[in-house]
């Protein structure tokens, strides 16, 4: 069995019944890999009962250990936003297109539907390792999460062009726009071709200094988003308003208090819910009832470990203003788009059965002030929970509180009243910091035996640390 990796458990899990939670920071274990969700800068369309999530796939290996190389464009979908599948890689690293090698930049992409065309268009900023090339790609598919036929790349009337994203407006012709950072002169604004695989006319030109833009239509108002200028580091993200797409545009705004900087991430997308939402439409409507913030909590060493904080954003339109608060963890009915917070019952890992190397000891940061682990190791440390309720038959959300001061991604094995074991993701934790871990699971009302054990293969180490289980009840 392969050495265990130095980190302890904090056991939080949090299971959310019914409507699955959203945990943001968490590492997201996707089902089908069994590693963390690589699809940072994501952008999100919904297709036929699916969300789809797309963005750039920062996978460690040996030659990209902090993973601001390009290794792909990754896809995965879900049906409710928590239980992820990978689907595809929509563009790879190659040595054959001089926009895609191994040491290109490709971030941000964004993919929207064409109408007319039938077609699925991605924009992305493309550069090189030095950002000195600063231009927008461009490529299409037949299908969402299909094999991309790469277009090229092109400054915007020879502008700047770097963070970036896409917006379709709900007019009669569907007429869409590219958001572009152009550092000299501001964020851009483009009218993009009927087909929308060109730009073909500049729209409007925010003369603040952002990056990371976002757009959003709700009641007739255009709300536009966007980082100010800090590289990996977050700050307080703004914010305009505007009733015509082309101006005149509000003064810009914060729409978290300016001190938490965006709960420490950066813009990426935001993500209109709701009952527009159900059905077979690739477009969303500007009628959705609530909207979530999809941003990004960068770690510039390690890019691949970078979390997700996805937040629910309030807007009015009346008024002309946008909001957001922290959320631990949430719920979304998808009939209406309401969003709800859930209370937890908790089981704390120090009242589990410890078995092997795994024993408690004192921290800090913990709830309780004690951790439990290491989980796994050459002697298999295991930590067990006897009844854990599941108060009603349906899905639940498993989130486990954990530290791992460890250099890379440890695993750990879990599994549920003695059924398949499931290999779960803990990204490396700072010192003095708890983490969460989240799994998906169904199951019948009851009690429940829940065990995480080591995992091993020939190239992952075991590992897993813990501090409470608790379980949301709707």
Known sequence: MALFKAAFILLSML????????????????????????????????????????????????????????????????????????????????????????????????????????????????????????KAGVATCDTVCGDYDYLGSARPFSHISRDMGLFVDDDANSTAYLMSEDRANGARLYQLSANYTAVVNETYTYEEDLEAPAMVKKDGVYFFFGSTLSGWSANANRYSTATSIYGPW??????????????????????????????????????????????????????????????????????????????????????????????????????????????????????????????????????????VSFPSDGDYTIAFNYTNTASNTSFASLSINGGTSHKIAFLTTDSGVIGTSVWQYSTVAGSATVELSGYSSEDEADVAYIDNLSVSQS
């Open 15 to 134: 299971v959310g019944s019914l409507a699955k939670s959203i945990h943001p920071g968490a590492t997201w274990t996707v089902e089908n890999t069994g590693t963390h969700m690589q699809a940072h800068g994501t952008g999100i369309i919904y297709v036929d009962g699916y969300y789809y999530a797309v963005g750039e796939n920062k996978t460690y290996t040996e030659d990209n250990t902090s993973g601001s190389r390009f290794n792909s464009v990754a896809c995965y979908r879900s049906p409710d936003l928590t239980t992820w599948e990978f689907v595809n890689n929509l563009l790879t690293a190659t040595t054959t297109v001089d926009d895609l090698t191994p040491t290109s930049v490709i971030e941000r992409p964004k993919i929207i539907y064409n109408e007319l065309t039938e077609k699925y268009v991605m924009w992305m900023h493309v550069d090189n390792s030095d950002y000195s090339a600063a």
């Open 250 to 387: 509000a003064d810009f705004g914060y729409f978290a208090p300016s001190a938490k900087k965006t709960y420490n991430s950066q813009t990426t997308f935001v993500l209109p819910l709701g009952p527009t939402t159900i059905g077979s439409s690739s477009v969303f409507s500007s009628n959705a009832t609530s909207f979530l913030y999809l941003g990004d909590r960068w770690h510039s060493s390690a890019l691949w470990s970078s979390r997700y904080i996805w937040l629910p954003l309030t807007l009015d339109a009346d008024a002309r203003t946008a909001s957001m608060s922290y959320w631990d963890h949430f719920e979304v009915d998808f009939s209406s788009g309401d969003i709800t917070v859930p209370t937890l019952d908790t089981y704390l890992a120090e009242d589990a059965t410890s078995t092997g190397d795994a024993s408690t000891v004192a921290n800090s940061a913990a709830s309780s002030g004690y951790v439990v682990g290491p989980i796994g190791g050459s002697s298999d440390g295991t930590i067990t929970w006897e009844s």
